[in-house]
């Protein structure tokens, strides 16, 4: 006997937006992955799943990694200089400034 079932469309998830085309998490990324924005020519994912940290403040960001060091001017800030600090990340000591020592502005 050959029952007959339904099969529901596969959901797809964008990491991160559409980021093997655009730089990750930006308006850009989000998008071109999710036809909802607007983008005529959007790649057709349902929703996006964001990477995200959270300030001393307990702000949600969406950020890879709450290193941002790299990725901002922080270093050139001699204000911040005092939050410059040391963490463990998988078992790798990482020296430079982290997202959870500061605020969000008001």
């Known amino acids: 006997m ?23 998490h930006t308006l850009a990324a989000y998008e071109l992955a999710i036809p909802a924005a607007g983008c005529a020519y959007a790649l057709g994912a349902d929703y996006i799943e964001p990477d995200l940290v ?12 709450n290193k941002i060091s790299e990725t901002t001017d922080v270093a050139s800030h001699a204000e911040f200089a005092h939050r410059r ?22």
């Open 54 to 65: 959270s300030t001393k403040d307990s702000v949600l960001i969406a950020r890879h990694e």
């Open 2 to 24: 050959v029952k007959n079932f339904t099969v529901k469309p596969p959901i797809i998830i964008a990491h991160r937006g559409a980021s093997g085309y655009r730089p990750e």
């Open 85 to 106: 600090t040391t963490k463990i990340i998988d078992g790798e000591s990482k020296i430079g400034w982290f997202t959870k020592y500061f605020f969000t502005p008001p």
